[in-house]
């Protein structure tokens, strides 16, 4: 297509689509008028993308007491875009760590701005006098949402909150609350950025890239695993509750900390605010598109030499996988993290310390 007319009222919408030209018209007559040649309907100018500003009334990570391993998962996986998961008792700070992720999101890249942009137009959540969301989504359903909420569908197609979260967050609290179901239906976005949405005229496809970012307590009363209080569950229970992890969605997972209440409770120690963790993931995320084009966590297959992993830490990261049992695929998702690591230093390879701190938050070892 190379030329488009369209009403009136959304011709700053579709001007901001480049390489096409726009024309608005007032009245049928008018596009019809300019089609035979009578009266020429002018192009109009493109909408320019807005510049970005960082969003407002997101919490700060200095004020995020003790829990350094959640502040730096939460920081890695923003910046290479890995799913992040925070276990713990209640009240520790884990949705309040999550939230602080917002304000560290990078800005989004014009050609994934009018990806996002026409997403949330189809959901009729776009401003029309603003037409170009040039910040990242930061999407948090509650766990009572529907499975049709959460991944779309319905009689007139409406977009989910995992597309609404595309090239952005989709935040789970509580996530071991959620409909099995829904849970489920997130298998195919989390593996392949999509959503099929079956309907009777036949299948719809969706984009839903986004970063899982996900909370909960590791069992009923929350307290198993702490080295603080014991936990009241029965087995049976605790084990029905964690099994809602499926491990297919656990498979999926590419951080994982298991967080403990901290030994002394006081004032904020001193943490690195928001705004200085947000340069470095800013920083790491410019590597990543230069390189690469895209996020670590999108690279596929195994990350070799001229990725940054040297054989030699490769061959190391292969031992380590035999001595702590880990699938193939799950070493793949170790060195994608490691990358990130490196690139968070502005190191152009992988070192082995980046190799063992991915390593660290792998999941197989929180549980
Ligand atoms: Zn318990």
Redesign the pocket.
Known sequence: MTEVIVPQASVREAASVREISVRGAASLGDAVAHLVGLRELPAAEPTPIPAWSAPSGVPDLGVVIGQPLARRALEIAIAGRHSLALSGPPGIGKTLILRCGEGLLPPLEEGEAVEVSRIHSVAGLIDRREPVIRRRPFRAPHHTVSTQALVGGGSRVRPGEASLAHRGVLMLDEMLQFRADALDALRQPLESGIVTIARVEGALTLPARFTLLAAFNP??????GSHRHA???EDGA?RRYASRLSGPLRDRLDLWVAMDEPELRGAPDGAEPSSVVAERVHAAWRLQVERQGLANAELQGALGADGGLSARLGGLLQQRGRRFALSPRRLHRVARVARTIADLAGAPAVRQPDLDEALAYRPERAT
């Open positions: 069992c009923p009363c929350g307290w198993r936990c009241r569950c605790a």
